[in-house]
């Protein structure tokens, strides 16, 4: 004898309908309250994402910044090895590379 097993519903939409049931019997004011309750909740999450997004953005320049060095790191010390100090020219030159990328992977909130 086997049993017919009928699909359970995704947590999602189990949560979904209880929502939906809730807010079908909630009166004006509490309606109310949960649309700002939700508003603020998505505004402190943009405000998390914004955070999150920019610390990546500085620490995908800075891995950017340490690949240049180590890509011309050869031309670095043969540099430094004929004159005893490295170029600032071929430094500010990586930096420069750096700083552009970081500014093209800035995030506007």
Known sequence: MSKKLTPQPEPEQRELS????YLRSAP????EAFELSRL???????EELSSILERMAHEMAEARLARLL??????LLQQSKGNGA???DSLS???SQAKLLAERSKVEP
Do not use: C, F, T, Y
């Open 18 to 21: 209880s929502v939906l049931e």
């Open 28 to 31: 004006p004011a509490l309606l």
């Open 40 to 46: 603020n909740h998505i505004a402190n999450m943009r």
């Open 70 to 75: 180590l890509e011309h790191r050869r031309d």
């Open 86 to 88: 490295v170029s600032l």
């Open 93 to 95: 030159e990586i930096i």
